[in-house]
């Protein structure tokens, strides 16, 4: 039992492989957040001793007792207005103006299995993996009811997390805020580390300790962002790779998010992470809920590399619902950097013929191909085959592509349109656009409101027939803008803070009734790169487009700070023509594929273009590819540097779960004249085994590799990489 609660201590404990997890139900019905940490038995509330702080009111029960105040004490999901002033979870209005709310304890129910969401994608159980805890509270003023749900995966060392919030009442409540999870870590100093950036440059990681008072970590643009990724880490300040105390919170959500964390006038820190709520409110009528989406707990004192191991697996394993998450990846070729948007039928054929003769498995159309697309002025919306650039169809196009022994995959953006577009002018009001206003455009773009279900359902139909009458067996979907004029024409003024959460959820449904309804097709996500690279589109997508940035050496950056939540089977990395297209830098073709390798690999340039050497070396990199591809998407990631800043390599390695096999890749940034010796400590080998190194004679125990180490020999010229594999023998 994962879940066990105590009735004389009123206490719930929460246990996993390494974890424990603990809350106990004050006198005052009040859920307290007692323990979240290194596994241990026994109670957590000798940690609260009673203390006056001034200031701090008391509940009117316990109001003799002035050390015992909801603003001091760790709670599990706090309310607002009922005397804590530090961030609150929930932030219900009734009609009579009732602000906040004061939750206590009703009931509580733990059941096998795993909790699932209305119309939101969660973790789920493959059969007695999880259990679940529901936890509900309420408060009869406020007219709300919040169910707190827990899904316990003891030994996948993950813990979900969503509340349930519903009207009790006989008025409409609206919700202000409603957050996925509140969680207090009264003691400790600790760091933060989030993953900012831009467009192409997406997840850059960046770490320093908490200030008094509030920090926040978010996205307005209606989708995840390029901006700021939803996920964090909390770790103790002296936490590195390899030791020290990790907390992530990975929220299970695409769209607008905040993460906030504060530490207090005490020093004890909360953080609260859900739906952003700003330009966000939903009325629940009488009877109605409210899903929050859930976010993903995991906690270690291992160090950072533990901690993301434990998200590559549970995302891997227990979140993307795909056939493909757990099986090998098509080598794809991309036609984007090859063309644009500047392509015919012959050119195509001429691409995917190469293509083949290299060794790849998809061939992937990319944006261009339907309505007026000829540049990125028009078209959108309008998802049929562009006659004039190919007159015979994608039928025969996908034909004759199959015909070579390739399969085929094709870009959409199902989620716009283009004011040049037939889809708009039948439709105007089915983009999000404020009444008297003329609408931001982004890339000449408009954002159709996914929240109508007129909009999903034509685009489920007119998706739905493009891969029933085509072999498509790939999709790139993509997402091309933020939200902006976020105005649904489909809702009462009084909803209209639910449209920018609405869009997501019409998202998921359509994601969810495709990846239904073609589980063969493997869909890969992208949003101008990696604008929405989050949990809730792996859920659906087994692969995200990890950046539009195909350079090396900065995907080096933008990978690393990618793995710290997301494993390489979820980012796609793609070899691209030198001198690269964003950067104008030459990197040699040899380092360009050891860093697409550690990512679905596949190419992003115009084969037809290449040497017959640059040729031969692209069909010994796909051989290669497709012997360590299992090893690259189901073993441990090992982040040996930080490859930003001063350091002179960026080495990484991969390492089977039996640890009989390991993969070893280097890139050297910064060579050097008289090089130093460049040193590395392996990590993750059995000490006791002993193993080869390609390339080098003898053999080395893994105490040796990782204990003493192993130097390369000298890498000359610009970029040098390596990549050696492991074998135990
Ligand atoms: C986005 C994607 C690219 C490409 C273009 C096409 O920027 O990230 O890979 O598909 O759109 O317009």
């Known amino acids: 039992m994962s879940i066990l609660f105590d009735d004389t201590s009123r206490t719930f404990t929460l246990t996993t492989r390494n974890t424990a997890y603990q809350m106990q139900l004050a006198p005052t019905g009040h859920l307290l957040h007692l323990y979240y940490g290194r596994r241990a038995e026994g109670r957590f509330d000798s940690l609260y001793l009673p203390h006056d702080c001034g200031f701090s009111p008391n509940p009117y029960e316990l109001r003799d007792n002035r050390g015992w105040s909801l603003d001091t004490l760790p709670q599990e999901y706090s309310g607002t207005n009922g005397g804590d002033y530090r961030l609150g979870a929930l932030l219900p209005v009734t009609e009579d103006g009732v602000w906040g709310a004061d939750l206590r304890y009703v009931r509580h129910t733990i059941e096998p299995g795993k909790y699932a969401l209305h119309g939101l994608p969660a973790a789920f159980d493959n059969g007695g993996e999880a259990e679940t805890l529901r936890v509900t509270l309420s408060d009869p003023a406020a007219q709300v009811e919040v169910e707190l749900l827990y899904g316990v995966y003891a030994s996948q060392d993950v813990i979900a997390r969503a509340a349930r919030v519903t009207n009790t009442g006989a008025q409409t409540v609206r919700l202000e805020k409603a957050a996925s999870l509140c969680l207090d870590l009264p003691f400790g100093e600790w760091d933060l580390l989030h993953f900012h950036g831009r467009h192409c440059m997406e997840r850059q990681p960046e770490r320093g300790p908490l200030m008094t008072g509030v920090q926040t970590v978010s996205s307005k643009r209606g989708m995840s962002s390029h901006q700021h990724n939803p996920f964090v880490i909390l770790c103790d300040q002296g936490a590195d790779e390899d030791h020290g105390e990790c907390y992530g919170v990975m929220p299970v959500w695409s769209g607008s998010h905040k993460t906030e964390i504060e530490r207090d006038q005490r020093g004890s820190t909360r953080i609260v992470s859900g739906v952003n709520d700003e330009q966000f409110s939903w009325t629940l009528a009488p009877g109605e809920s409210f899903d929050t989406p859930e976010a993903l707990l995991a906690f270690t004192h291992e160090g950072l590399t533990r901690l993301s191991q434990t998200y590559h697996r549970f995302l891997r394993g227990n979140l993307c619902r795909s056939r493909f998450s757990n099986a090998p990846r098509p080598v794809l070729l991309n036609n984007w950097e090859a063309t644009y948007f500047d392509f015919d039928e012959e050119k195509l054929l001429s691409i995917a013929r190469e293509a083949k003769a290299l060794g790849v498995d998809l061939f992937v159309l990319d944006d261009g191909w339907f309505g007026s697309r000829n540049d990125d002025n028009g078209g959108l919306g309008d998802w049929f085959v562009n006659r004039t650039k190919l007159p015979n169809g994608l039928g025969p196009l996908i034909e004759q592509i199959n015909g070579m022994g390739l399969k085929f995959g094709l870009w959409i953006e199902p989620e716009m349109v283009n004011e040049d577009s037939a889809l708009y002018r039948a439709h105007p009001d089915w983009a999000l656009t404020v009444p008297g206003r003329k609408p931001s455009v982004g890339r000449n773009q408009f954002v159709l409101d996914m929240g109508r279900p007129d909009v999903v359902e034509y685009l489920c139909d007119t998706l739905t027939a493009l891969l029933r009458e085509n072999r498509i067996e790939y999709v790139k979907w993509d997402m091309n803008r933020g939200l902006s004029d976020v105005y649904s024409h489909a809702l009462p003024p009084e909803r209209q803070g639910e449209a920018a959460h609405r869009y997501v959820l019409g998202v998921y449904s359509l994601l969810d009734r495709l990846t239904t309804a073609f589980p063969d097709v493997l869909f890969e996500g992208c949003a101008g790169g990696g604008g929405r690279f989050d949990a809730g589109m792996l859920a659906y997508c087994p692969q995200i487009w990890c950046s539009d940035n195909t350079d090396a050496v900065e995907r080096l950056a933008i990978q690393y700070g990618t793995s710290f939540g997301y494993p390489a089977s979820a980012m796609g990395a793609h070899v691209s023509a030198s001198p690269n297209h964003q950067t104008g830098r030459s990197v040699p073709l040899g380092t360009r594929a050891i860093v697409a390798m550690s990512g679905a690999f596949g190419y992003e ?125």
């Not at 590819?625 to 189901?634: D, M």
């Not at 085994?689 to 000359?716: I, K």
């Open 605 to 729: 340039l115009d084969p037809t273009k290449l040497s017959a050497e640059e040729k031969q070396a692209i069909r010994e990199q796909i051989e290669r590819y497709r012997e360590i591809e299992t090893l690259i998407r189901t073993g441990d990631c090992f982040r040996l540097t930080d490859p930003r800043g001063e350091h002179r390599i960026a080495a990484w390695q991969f390492v089977s779960e039996d640890r009989s096999e390991a993969l070893l890749n280097v890139v050297a940034t910064h060579p050097e004249g008289n090089p130093r010796p460049l040193h590395l400590r392996l990590k993750g080998l059995d000490p006791q085994a002993v193993y080869t190194v390609e390339g080098q004679d003898g053999s080395f125990s893994g105490a040796a590799l990782m204990y003493g180490g192993w130097t390369l020999p000298p890498l000359y010229g610009d970029y040098p990489g390596a990549q050696l594999r492991l074998r135990r023998q």
